[in-house]
């Protein structure tokens, strides 16, 4: 099983959203990564499913309002 690891501008890409943001939620702990060397790297599979959850969450709270 070959797993797709992104790099973090590859991520910002793939997410739309600005390195610096990535850094924060790296730093926040609130992504899923993980670090070669010193290098911080990100799992696809992983992240799509961060992502899956996080529109879960979002739904549900929309549920309630």
Do not use: A, H, Q
């Not at 997410?15 to 990100?42: A, Q």
């Not at 992983?46 to 879960?56: M, R």
């Amino acid at each position: 099983m070959i797993k797709e690891i992104y790099d973090i501008k590859k991520l910002s890409m793939y997410l739309d959203i600005s390195i610096s943001e990535i850094r924060k939620l790296v730093r926040e702990k609130r992504i899923p990564y993980f670090r070669l060397g010193n290098r911080i790297k990100f799992d696809l599979k992983k992240i799509n499913s961060w992502l899956e959850d996080k529109e879960e969450i979002e739904s549900r709270t929309m549920l309630l309002y």
